[in-house]
Nanobody, 126 residues
């Protein structure tokens, strides 16, 4: 599976962006996909995730209510709609995938994912 992330950019605080992650080579109808982000000098942190076989999603507390993760099964593409962006959201955003159906408590653990996209830069100015 190859992941291609896109949609990042430079925006002002309060604006919105939608990130996309296309999963080429994905043939299974199961598995888990997540979004993580990393700011300079900080560790990579979990943002949001979902399982392809279900409707449940989970979010980091810092983005809950502002970000929405979704998918288009037919296109094998995941999205991260980011609203009310804040300067603290500035980071490189990575999409990640695994063939495993991760339980909720495991979805925030980066080592549980086997495939990673190249990252897309999101910069929010104040």
């Amino acid at each position: 599976v190859q992941l291609q992330a896109s949609g990042g950019g430079l925006v002002q605080a309060g604006a919105s962006l939608r990130l996309s992650c296309a999963a080429a080579g994905r043939t299974s109808r199961t598995g888990t996909m997540g979004w993580f982000r990393q700011s300079p000098g900080k560790e990579r942190e979990f943002v949001a995730a979902f399982r392809w076989d279900g409707s449940s999603t989970n979010y980091a507390g810092s983005v809950r209510g502002r970000f929405t993760i979704s998918r288009d099964n037919a296109k094998n593409t995941a999205y991260l709609q980011m609203n009310s962006l804040e300067p603290e959201d500035t980071a490189v955003y990575y999409c990640a995938a695994t063939a495993k159906n991760l339980i909720t408590s495991s979805r925030s653990i980066s080592s549980m994912y086997d495939f990673w996209g190249q990252g897309t830069q999101v910069t929010v100015s104040s």
